[in-house]
């Protein structure tokens, strides 16, 4: 897509803790831990929430990255990471597609080829793909990711054919 690279303050879009509560009460949505779980500390692992794209309060956002990175007929996937506690990190891992991440609350350091990011809410993260990266959560965190998945078709997800067709 383009070198790993942050955007600042590329939207005002926000979601706290209590509208992930509210999304999570009104979807059945998979989930799964994304880090390596301590058995006594689950808490201070990562989570991912799957396939949020229909989640109604994400679909400005979503219509602005498709427009602003030209997005239109590209398989999606979008999916949430949330960590409640400092210190919580992902696995260090690469994806064999490019992936764009969104910030929607608190602070996340990603390491991507051994540089540091700061991400923000409301900041952009393009990570390549095949680049090694891991999300560290400075604070509590909640970021939007989109898997940019031109290597295959992704059933029942993001359906963005053109700006007017958005359907989420």
Same mark, same amino acid.
């Given at each position: 897509m383009?070198?790993?690279?942050?955007? %600042?303050?590329? !939207?005002?879009?926000?979601?706290?803790f209590?509208q992930?509560?509210?999304?999570?009460?009104?979807?059945?949505?998979?989930?799964?831990?994304?880090?390596?779980?301590l058995?006594?500390?689950? $808490?201070?692992?990562s989570y +991912?929430i799957? /396939?949020v794209?229909?989640?109604?309060?994400?679909?400005?956002?979503? %219509?602005?990255?498709?427009? +602003?990175?030209?997005?239109?007929?590209?398989?999606?996937?979008v999916?949430?990471?949330?960590?409640?506690? +400092?210190g919580?990190c992902?696995?260090i891992?690469? !994806?064999?597609?490019?992936?764009l991440?969104?910030?929607?609350h608190?602070?996340?350091?990603y390491?991507?080829?051994?540089k540091?990011?700061? $991400?923000?809410?409301?900041? @952009?993260i393009?990570i /390549?793909?095949? %680049?090694?990266?891991?999300?560290?959560?400075?604070s509590?965190? @909640?970021?939007?990711?989109?898997?940019?998945?031109? !290597?295959?078709?992704?059933?029942?997800?993001?359906k963005?054919t053109n @700006?007017? %067709?958005?359907?989420?």
């Open positions: 383009t070198n790993s690279k942050l955007v %600042e303050s590329f !939207d005002d879009f926000r979601l706290d209590n992930l509560s509210e999304l999570l009460s009104s979807h059945n949505y998979k989930t799964r831990s994304s880090s390596n779980s058995q006594e500390f689950i $808490l201070q692992s +991912q799957i /396939n794209h229909n989640y109604k309060k994400f679909k400005d956002i979503l %219509e602005k990255i498709i427009k +602003q990175y030209h997005l239109y007929g590209v398989p999606l996937e999916d949430l990471f949330v960590s409640f506690t +400092q919580s992902s696995i891992h690469d !994806d064999p597609y490019d992936v991440i969104y910030g929607l608190g602070e996340t350091i390491v991507v080829d051994k540091k990011y700061s $991400l923000k809410a409301g900041d @952009i393009i /390549n793909e095949g %680049e090694v990266h891991q999300g560290i959560g400075i509590p965190r @909640i970021v939007l990711s989109l898997g940019i998945r031109k !290597d295959k078709i992704v059933k029942n997800n993001l963005n @700006i007017s %067709e958005v359907k989420i």
